[in-house]
């Protein structure tokens, strides 16, 4: 058996997700952790940040400043909740649904060209294997959490 960190490490470098920058939108540089927060943002129906947060599994500190240097780059709004106004919705601007677009666009084309080099059903069995793979890590105890080195 190959060894799966190996494989692992190959994949997240191919993701791109150890990049700086992830996209530019209107010749703003985007970090994958703010075009994640875009992507759950747009997801949801007025998230408080705690929950995209932690949907992430970011600590709340580090969150703040990616929200705030989207909300500079005037892509997300943070309004106080009008019931509890200790707690912060996040909504996407009208330019943040564009940037979430082009993003979903680049992510979607291409991810169709590397499964264009595959057979339908390797497609159908690399989709079932991370879904397998998702719902497994979600069932540990260790996921979402750094590294701890006794």
């Known amino acids: 058996m190959e060894n799966a960190r190996e494989l692992f490490q190959i994949l997240t470098r191919r993701f791109g997700l150890l990049n700086r920058n992830c996209c530019t939108i209107?010749?703003?540089s985007i970090t994958p952790v703010q075009s994640h927060?875009?992507?759950?943002?747009?997801?949801r129906?007025?998230?408080s940040?705690?929950?995209?947060?932690?949907?992430?599994?970011t600590d709340i500190t580090t969150f703040s400043r990616q929200v705030q240097s989207l909300v500079r780059m005037e892509l997300l709004r943070k309004t106080p909740?009008?019931?509890?106004?200790r707690i912060s919705i996040l909504a996407l601007t009208a330019k943040g649904q564009e940037a979430a677009a082009a993003?979903?666009?680049?992510m979607n084309s291409y991810l169709e060209e590397?499964?264009?080099?595959?057979s339908e059903s390797d497609r159908e069995m690399v989709i079932r294997s991370v879904q397998m793979m998702n719902e497994a890590m979600a069932?540990?105890?260790?996921?979402?959490r750094p590294v701890q080195i006794d």
């Open 26 to 28: 209107e010749g703003k």
């Open 139 to 144: 069932r540990s105890n260790r996921c979402c």
């Open 103 to 106: 993003i979903d666009l680049q």
């Open 81 to 85: 909740d009008p019931s509890d106004r």
């Open 37 to 43: 927060i875009l992507y759950e943002v747009e997801r």
């Open 114 to 118: 590397v499964f264009s080099y595959m």
């Open 49 to 57: 940040m705690q929950q995209i947060a932690e949907t992430l599994g």
């Open 45 to 47: 129906h007025q998230p």
